[in-house]
């Protein structure tokens, strides 16, 4: 899961077990940096295409025996090593963020589920590895719920996503229900709008649902902050459904009583 849509749920929280909160915070830190090297300050897209390609040198030295430059990297590679983290996962991300720089629209589905493949699914898988559970059957429920995640995350910050030129929604599907970039901008719902979220909505929750039963194989607390992830998600889109995917004048996000709630349907569902 990218740091976008995880800023939503808990990362490296009080519920995973003291010895994974280090390697999960590293693994944070990384995501969360060269997230912000694609997307703050008013950097050219050559120089953050360039910060994205120091990252990937200090991948290439760890993966080469070499010792990497900077702190972050010289605590981040015996972590990689301790738990055989699979370098690809790293790359991916940076392939994502790198690709946010350059670009902005969508033309399919297919093309944003490419996007999640290397934006959001690594972390699951990276998190997976950490807890020595990354068999196929929980990796492929780890990328369906890091994937929705991420669509989440795209229908919470249509607005926030469109002031930095970026629609991640299918230009084909805006085209189908006459969704046009301009109402975007106006924050305008009226048309087709509400039907057209609907079916965004549907889509994402039918792909958490599809990754939930992940949350009750994982053991202990790493299944608790498991499931409390999935329940965020599933509250988002609680939201969303209610406002008829008005994001702009009620961007979903979760409060004190959410995580109470998410927190004691969590423990009920073990």
């Known amino acids: 899961m990218t740091t976008k849509h995880y800023e939503n749920f808990p990362v490296a929280s009080i519920l995973l077990p003291r ?24 950097l050219e897209a050559a120089q953050r295409l360039s910060l994205l390609d120091g990252f990937r040198a200090e991948l290439d030295r760890v993966k080469e025996g070499k010792t990497p430059e900077t702190p972050l990297f010289q605590d981040l590679a015996p972590v990689i090593a301790q738990y055989r983290l699979p370098l690809d996962a790293f790359y991916d991300l940076l392939d994502a963020f790198s690709q946010d720089v350059v670009k902005s629209r969508y033309a399919s589905f297919g093309e944003v589920m490419d996007y999640c493949r290397r934006s959001a699914n690594p972390v699951g898988r990276l998190l ?11 990796l492929a429920y780890s990328d369906a719920i890091c994937s929705s995640l991420q669509l989440i995350n795209f ?8 002031r930095k030129d970026r629609i991640y929604f299918p230009q084909d599907e805006m085209e189908k229900y006459k969704i046009t970039e301009a109402q975007i901008a106006r924050g305008d ?22 990754g939930a039963p992940l949350g009750k194989i994982l053991p202990g607390r790493i299944g608790l902050e498991m499931r409390m992830i999935i329940m965020g998600g599933e509250s ?3 939201k969303l459904h209610k406002s008829r995917g008005d994001m702009f004048n ?20 073990k």
């Open 189 to 210: 719902t009226s048309g087709l709008w509400g039907m057209f979220m609907q079916f965004q909505i549907e889509r994402a929750r039918k792909m958490l649902q599809a």
């Open 128 to 138: 997976l590895h950490l807890y020595g559970a990354a068999e196929r059957r929980n």
């Open 236 to 238: 988002i889109l609680r």
């Open 19 to 42: 010895r994974l909160r280090h390697p999960v915070g590293l693994i944070y830190t990384f995501a969360r940096q060269a997230d912000d090297f694609a997307d703050e300050g008013d």
């Open 155 to 162: 229908l919470q910050d249509v607005s926030i996503d469109y």
């Open 250 to 269: 009620q961007r979903p996000v979760l409060k004190a009583g959410d995580w109470a709630y998410m927190l004691y349907r969590s423990i009920r569902a």
